[in-house]
T-cell receptor, first 116, second 111 residues
Framework: DVKVTQSSRYLVKRTGEKVFLECVQD?????MFWYRQDPGLGLRLIYF???????EKGDIPEGYSVSREKKERFSLILESASTNQTSMYLC???????????????FGPGTRLTVL | AQSVTQLGSHVSVSEGALVLLRCNYS??????LFWYVQYPNQGLQLLLK??????LVKGINGFEAEFKKSETSFHLTKPSAHMSDAAEYFC?????????FGAGTRLTVKP
């Protein structure tokens, strides 16, 4: 059974703190993704990675960075958390269907982050 | 660029009634389309996907979707709603190396 896990289900941080969100997949997938989900806006892509040490900006990368040192692990970093980063964060992974196209994405349970 | 639009942010049906959730796509290439479901406090789970093999796609939990190129649509249906179907549903289209999601439709099922 495929599995994507995220380090925390709920997280409360203070403004200005550095925040790490961890995601691990056990499917040997090449691609990994970080989204944030806000009511009425659906899922918005923050960053994705198609290989170890490789990363690409998504639609809303400002205020975030990522790290992928190992194939199975993809970390999202909030360098200095702000209240407008309060959101649900979802990690996903997928294999590649040739020529860089992504297959079905598998999602983790999400981390609900509150920044006070 | 590929994109999807979900018509209706909230849909309410009675238990046993037909479920119809609407999705229209925009794509410059033959699209790969997906429907995902999200139950409260959970991640997204794949319901079904269209990959050009057949226009009518059957998924899990009795859901199906029909790809209509002439209407650029990929609507999700279920003949008879169950209370357990209450969730948020997302339509998505595969991009070059990512996925583009709609804003979501919250389905409420009334007893």
């Amino acid at each position: 059974d495929v599995k994507v896990t995220q380090s925390s289900r709920y997280l409360v941080k203070r403004t200005g703190e550095k925040v790490f969100l961890e995601c691990v997949q056990d499917m040997d997938h090449e691609n990994m993704f970080w989204y944030r989900q806000d009511p009425g806006l659906g899922l918005r892509l923050i960053y994705f990675s198609y290989d170890v040490k490789m990363k690409e900006k998504g639609d809303i990368p400002e205020g975030y960075s990522v790290s992928r040192e190992k194939k199975e692990r993809f970390s999202l970093i909030l360098e200095s958390a702000s209240t407008n980063q309060t959101s649900m964060y979802l990690c996903a992974s997928s294999s590649i269907l040739g020529r860089g196209t992504t297959d079905t994405q598998y999602f983790g349970p999400g981390t609900r982050l509150t920044v006070l | 660029a590929q994109s999807v639009t979900q018509l209706g942010s909230h849909v309410s049906v009675s238990e046993g009634a037909l479920v119809l959730l609407r999705c229209n796509y925009s794509s410059s290439v033959p699209p790969y389309l997906f429907w995902y479901v999200q139950y409260p406090n959970q991640g997204l789970q794949l319901l079904l996907k269209y990959t050009s093999a057949a226009t009518l796609v059957k998924g899990i939990n009795g859901f199906e979707a029909e790809f209509k190129k002439s209407e650029t649509s990929f609507h999700l249906t279920k003949p008879s709603a169950h209370m357990s179907d209450a969730a948020e549903y997302f339509c998505a289209v595969r991009g070059a190396n990512d996925m583009r999601f709609g804003a979501g439709t919250r389905l409420t099922v009334k007893p």
